[in-house]
């Protein structure tokens, strides 16, 4: 079985139009490209963008549009807040299923961080390690409502596993869809996000953890630097995407593969590379 191969739009977001990147990402080989909700610093309606995407993924023969962050924001104490995000999302999604063929879209419940001034950029500290019991239950709330929305118009939706969110790691995650209980939203497995982690479960135990949750997956690599980590190429770095998509192929998985290029530089030829790599290494393992 062959599967979806997304370009993230990160390849070309350096001035880049929509027609330019369907284009673009149909001719190297992608099927589909995961869009932002909206463009940043675009003077244009949500209608008018969705309906330049759906022109130029029709005019170049673009298979997939999916859309990502932002999010919808939950994590805010006060419920008149959150009850305006959900209805921005569910406008987002109505207007989007009504002009494209949506599969399932990259979601994210609201950025946590914690209270501790002393907490720094450690990973650990936010999201999941910051969140109580009122934070699950509001991101719960507003996700079930948007489930509903989902089932309606014929899509899933995936939290993507992020720092700095409550579904930061495979077990919270897991936490939070039990809680949501619906099965039109479940996963998007970041293992790239994971490794900036102290410590994180492996691969082979992630995608047990997440079972049938798993909707999609996005595919980025880094290397340690001093404290921090630099990214690079797909098949440049220290996660071993062979093994990953091994993994991915014994449980079954059948989503899309999302590719993200989360480096500076000249992004269009990374797209170039990282596909090719990808291909590489599906047809090594007869998952073509």
């Not at 899933?156 to 919270?172: N, S």
Request: aromatic fraction near 8%.
């Amino acid at each position: 079985m062959s599967l979806p191969i997304i370009m993230h739009v990160n390849y070309c977001e350096q001035g880049q139009t929509i027609p330019e990147m369907c284009r673009k990402a149909v001719g190297w080989g992608y099927d589909g490209i995961e869009f932002r909700r909206h463009r940043r610093g675009e003077a244009e309606t949500q209608e008018q963008y969705l309906d330049t995407i759906a022109a130029a993924a029709e005019a170049s023969g673009l298979k997939h549009v999916l859309f990502g962050g932002p999010g919808v924001e939950l994590m805010q104490e006060d419920a008149g807040i959150r009850r305006a995000q959900v209805e921005e999302g569910t406008k987002f999604y109505r207007l989007a299923g009504d002009r494209l063929d949506l599969t399932v879209c990259n979601i994210m419940a609201g950025t946590l961080r914690s209270s501790d001034p002393n907490a720094g950029s450690a990973h650990h500290l936010h999201g999941s390690g910051a969140a109580s019991a009122h934070h699950y239950e509001w991101a719960a709330e507003g996700f079930r409502e948007l489930g509903a929305v989902a089932e309606e118009i014929g899509f899933r939706l995936a939290f993507e596993i992020h720092m700095g969110y409550v579904h930061d790691l495979p077990a919270p995650t897991m936490k939070l869809l039990d809680m949501i209980g619906s099965p039109f939203v479940g996963a998007n497995l970041d293992y790239g996000n994971m490794v900036y982690f102290p410590s994180c479960p492996s691969i082979g135990e992630t995608v047990s953890t997440l079972g049938e949750k798993l909707f999609m997956v996005h595919l980025k690599n880094s290397m340690p630097a001093g404290d921090g980590r630099n990214a690079v190429g797909l098949g440049d770095g220290m996660i071993n995407h062979r093994e990953y998509l091994l993994a991915l192929k014994r449980a079954g998985f059948s989503g899309p593969l999302c590719i993200e290029a989360p480096r500076p530089g000249d992004r269009e030829w990374f797209a170039q590379q990282d596909v090719a790599y990808l291909k590489s290494v599906l047809k090594d393992l007869a998952w073509t």
